[in-house]
C-alpha cells in the first residue's frame, strides 16, 4: 500500500528529531556542508534550533516525517532556504512538493530566497533550477549560489511544474526580469557554511539531492 504523502507546518521538535536521525551520515554531511560524515545527536545538539527556525514545513508518509523546508528570514524581504530529506524517499518529489506548497504563501511574493549547495551536487542544482532558481556569480571554493525572487506570476511557474510542463523556461524569464530590479547578488557566507550568527538567520541553507 502506498503511504499518503502531506505536507504541513510548522515543524515539531519532535518532527526534527525523528528526521535527522533517520538520514544517513552522508546526506547530514550535504546538508551542512561538513567536511566529514556527522553524526546525527551531534547535528541535533547544534543545529536543533535553526531546523525549527523561520517558517517551517514538514513532509509525511502517513505520520512520519520524511521531509523539512526552512525560509529564514536574513534580510529586508530576503530569506535562506533550506530542505532535508530522509534518504529512502530521495528522487521522489518530497523536495520538490516542500518548495510549491512554500511558493503558496503570498507573503513570499517579493522576496528574494537564497540557496547554497555543495559543488558537484548535481541532484540539487537541478531541484533549484526546476523551480525557477538561477546561478548568481559569487562563489565560495566548494559551493555553489543559487537566488531566486518569488514573483505574483511565480504561480503560473508552479502550475507548470505540478503539471509536468517545462517550468525552467518561465521561471528562467521571471528571474530575468527580478535580477534587473534586484540586481545586488549577494550571499550569506556564514548560514552557507552553516555557521550561527547568534539569530536564526544562521541556518545552513545547503540542499540535499531532491526526494
Given at each position: 500500500?502506498?503511504?499518503?504523502?502531506?505536507?504541513?507546518?510548522?515543524?515539531?521538535?519532535?518532527?526534527?528529531?525523528?528526521?535527522?536521525?533517520?538520514?544517513?551520515?552522508?546526506?547530514?554531511?550535504?546538508?551542512?556542508?561538513?567536511?566529514?560524515?556527522?553524526?546525527?545527536?551531534?547535528?541535533?545538539?547544534?543545529?536543533?534550533?535553526?531546523?525549527?527556525?523561520?517558517t517551517?514545513?514538514?513532509a509525511?508518509?502517513?505520520d512520519?516525517?520524511?521531509?523539512?523546508?526552512?525560509?529564514?528570514?536574513?534580510?529586508?524581504?530576503?530569506?535562506?532556504?533550506?530542505?532535508?530529506?530522509?534518504?529512502?524517499?530521495?528522487?521522489?518529489?518530497?523536495?520538490?512538493?516542500?518548495?510549491?506548497h512554500a511558493?503558496?504563501?503570498?507573503?513570499?511574493?517579493?522576496?528574494?530566497?537564497?540557496?547554497?549547495?555543495?559543488?558537484?551536487?548535481?541532484?540539487?542544482?537541478?531541484?533549484?533550477?526546476?523551480?525557477?532558481?538561477?546561478?548568481?556569480?559569487?562563489?565560495?571554493?566548494?559551493?555553489?549560489?543559487?537566488?531566486?525572487?518569488?514573483?505574483?506570476?511565480?504561480?503560473?511557474?508552479?502550475?507548470?511544474?505540478?503539471?509536468?510542463?517545462?517550468?525552467?523556461?518561465?521561471?528562467?524569464?521571471?528571474?530575468?526580469?527580478?535580477?534587473?530590479e534586484?540586481?545586488?547578488?549577494?550571499?550569506?557566507?556564514?548560514?552557507?557554511?552553516?555557521?550561527?550568527?547568534?539569530?536564526?538567520?544562521?541556518?545552513?541553507?545547503?540542499?540535499?539531492?531532491?526526494?
Amino acid at each position: 500500500m502506498t503511504a499518503v504523502i502531506t505536507v504541513d507546518g510548522p515543524a515539531t521538535d519532535e518532527d526534527v528529531t525523528s528526521l535527522v536521525r533517520a538520514c544517513s551520515p552522508e546526506s547530514l554531511r550535504l546538508r551542512f556542508m561538513l567536511g566529514g560524515p556527522p553524526d546525527a545527536e551531534r547535528i541535533l545538539l547544534l543545529y536543533r534550533p535553526y531546523l525549527l527556525a523561520g517558517t517551517t514545513l514538514v513532509a509525511k508518509a502517513g505520520d512520519v516525517p520524511i521531509g523539512l523546508l526552512n525560509l529564514v528570514p536574513d534580510d529586508v524581504r530576503r530569506a535562506d532556504l533550506g530542505i532535508l530529506v530522509v534518504d529512502a524517499w530521495h528522487r521522489r518529489g518530497v523536495a520538490s512538493a516542500l518548495v510549491r506548497h512554500a511558493w503558496r504563501e503570498d507573503r513570499w511574493q517579493g522576496w528574494t530566497v537564497h540557496a547554497t549547495v555543495q559543488e558537484g551536487n548535481a541532484p540539487a542544482e537541478g531541484l533549484l533550477r526546476r523551480h525557477g532558481f538561477r546561478l548568481i556569480p559569487v562563489f565560495e571554493r566548494g559551493e555553489r549560489d543559487f537566488e531566486l525572487v518569488v514573483a505574483a506570476s511565480l504561480a503560473n511557474v508552479v502550475k507548470e511544474v505540478v503539471d509536468g510542463g517545462e517550468a525552467g523556461q518561465g521561471a528562467d524569464g521571471v528571474q530575468r526580469r527580478a535580477a534587473a530590479e534586484d540586481p545586488r547578488g549577494r550571499r550569506h557566507r556564514d548560514a552557507g557554511r552553516g555557521r550561527a550568527r547568534g539569530c536564526a538567520a544562521g541556518l545552513a541553507p545547503a540542499l540535499l539531492p531532491p526526494g
